[in-house]
């Protein structure tokens, strides 16, 4: 299969001020983590991209819609996978 087109993410950035230090930060794909936390049976499970302050290590929460898909997908394939669920302890 060959790739015709794909949105490219190496100069993507997210500008955020901590609300703990007040430092203004550029968080990078690098710093990126992910979380998937499922839902019970009754409802849906949800995913958190969040990152840490490199002054205070606050958590920082990131807007999914201020990542790019293609992004997220790469995100998704680093990170460890995190649950809630009770049967995975």
């Not at 930060?25 to 995913?47: C, M, N, S, T, W």
């Not at 606050?58 to 790019?68: C, L, V, Y």
Request: charged share 35%; net charge positive; proline share 4%.
């Amino acid at each position: 299969m060959k790739v015709i087109k794909k949105e490219d993410t190496s100069n993507w950035g997210y500008k955020h001020t901590c609300t703990g230090c007040d430092t203004e930060l550029l968080i990078e794909a690098k710093d990126v983590r992910h979380q998937r936390f499922d839902g019970d049976p009754r409802e849906p499970g949800y995913d958190k991209y969040t990152a840490s302050c490199c002054e205070c290590s606050g958590q920082i929460i990131i807007p999914e819609s201020k990542i790019p898909k293609i992004l997220r997908v790469e995100i998704q394939n680093r990170t460890k996978r995190y649950s809630t669920s009770y049967f995975d302890r």
